[in-house]
């Protein structure tokens, strides 16, 4: 089935080690999203692609970086984890334009030792 | 800002009609979705309401009302699976901005 996935589901990491978070889609959907989720707190908008143009929330922290290789593939990386990032993580698609959904992956859930 | 406010949590009996609110205050949107999610998974999409009005999707409704900033999300002979948290989202500038989610619990 076509789907958003993303590796891994569990992710731990020490204070301060880098550490990448990991998004495919098979879906072909030109924009993709990578948000913040916090326990009981509504999903947070860290940044998000269409096609190769990037675009960076305004308090997304410098931390926090991502790429897109290609169209399926798109990572998340956190340079220095503090134990504030602790969180799920989530990567959605979508194609362009208004009215369309986002498909939302099962997320990686950090935790930060 | 767009001031999206949810009810933290309600609870609701097995085979009832449960209506959760969300007003909103933003100067333009394009649309108003709903999503579902169950603990520890992603959201999963429920409605999308452009238009004001109701929006019928089986045992869920999603009702919009622009001009007084309001939608709501009816759902239908409750069940147990039902209980998860809902989340109402704008639909702004080609993204989505979520609303604190509202925390059902449906009860036997």
């Known amino acids: 089935d076509a789907m958003v996935i993303q590796n891994p589901r569990y992710q731990v990491t020490q204070f301060g080690k880098p550490v990448t978070l990991s998004c495919s889609q098979t879906?072909?959907?030109?924009?993709m999203y990578w948000y913040q989720q916090k326990s009981s707190q509504a999903p947070k908008l860290l940044f998000h692609?269409?096609?190769?143009?990037?675009?960076n929330e305004a308090d997304t922290p410098d931390n926090f970086q991502s790429r897109r290789p290609n169209t399926s593939f798109c990572f998340l990386d956190i340079r220095s984890p503090g134990l504030g990032d602790a969180a799920m993580y989530l990567c959605?698609?979508?194609?362009?334009?208004?009215?369309?959904?986002?498909?939302f992956g099962p997320g990686t859930r950090l935790t930060v030792t | 800002g767009q001031n999206i406010d949810q009810p933290t949590e309600m609870t609701a009996t097995e085979g009832a009609i449960v209506q959760i609110n969300c007003t909103y205050q933003?100067?333009?949107?394009?649309?108003l979705f709903w999503y579902q999610q169950h603990a520890g998974e992603a959201p999963t999409f429920l409605s999308y309401?452009?238009?004001?009005g109701l929006e019928e999707k089986g045992r869920f409704s999603s009702f919009l009302s622009r001009s007084k900033g309001y939608s709501y999300l009816l759902l239908k002979e409750l069940q147990m699976k039902d209980s998860a948290s809902y989340l109402c989202?704008?639909?702004?500038?080609?993204?989505?901005?979520f609303g604190q989610g509202t925390e059902l619990s449906v009860k036997p």
């Open positions: 933003t100067s333009g949107f394009n649309g």
């Open positions: 989202a704008l639909h702004q500038g080609g993204k989505l901005i």
């Open positions: 309401n452009v238009l004001d």
């Open positions: 879906l072909n959907h030109n924009v």
């Open positions: 692609y269409y096609d190769k143009d990037f675009n």
């Open positions: 959605a698609t979508s194609r362009t334009g208004g009215g369309y959904e986002q498909y």
